[in-house]
């Protein structure tokens, strides 16, 4: 009873760091091969690895996005890839929920592609937003590089700060994909765009 009372009395900035420190610690005991074993802009994608599929856990999509209650999320990578393996060893074994996850790489994109998560990792933010523009709509989570304020359409954007990788979430774009993303997860985004 006591340690209720102590957690109820967080404020909201060590709320935050509560669940910032929960993450890293999940990220750390889940996926220590990926996120220590390599260095500089490796490290990056490997952080950026475990993010994409770890986004999935406080993501609902709606029930027609699964053609079963335990059908694949399939995590998918458009255009160049720039995890080199990283990405398959981060969710090899991992599920979210029942569904366990598959990695697909795709020169291009359709509606029908089949895609729950997808990444898009162009660096042109007229190349990602006519990726994006393809999907949208869809119950896709859609995952980019560019500023969230580059109104390219994304719902979560990497952001790097202080050496950090860390995202801004537009729940607007979520929203009219389908999706809803949990208050938990929109509370440690750097900036969110509300949905109408």
Not at 134 to 152: A, F, K, M, N
């Amino acid at each position: 009873m006591e340690k209720l009372t102590m957690r109820l009395r967080l404020t909201r900035r060590q709320f935050e760091c509560t669940v910032t420190s929960a993450l890293i610690f999940l990220l750390a005991v889940f996926a220590p091969h990926i996120v220590f074993a390599f260095e500089g802009e490796t490290l990056e994608y490997a952080v950026k690895a475990a993010y994409l599929y770890k986004l999935g856990g406080f993501v609902e999509w709606p029930a027609s996005a699964f053609a079963s209650s335990n059908s694949p999320i399939t995590l998918c990578v458009v255009g160049e890839d720039p995890f080199d393996g990283i990405l398959d060893k981060a969710v090899e074994g991992q599920h979210i929920g029942d569904h366990p996850i598959a990695v697909r790489r795709l020169k291009s994109v359709t509606h029908e592609s089949g895609c729950q998560i997808l990444y898009v990792g162009a660096a042109d933010p007229r190349q990602v937003a006519q990726v994006l523009d393809v999907v949208h709509g869809s119950s896709v989570l859609t995952v980019t590089d560019t500023p969230e304020d580059s109104e390219t359409g994304g719902v979560v954007h990497f952001v790097i700060k202080d050496n950090r990788v860390r995202f801004d979430i537009n729940d607007q774009a979520a929203a009219e994909n389908g999706l809803v993303i949990s208050s938990k997860l929109l509370s440690l985004a750097m900036s969110v765009k509300p949905r109408a």
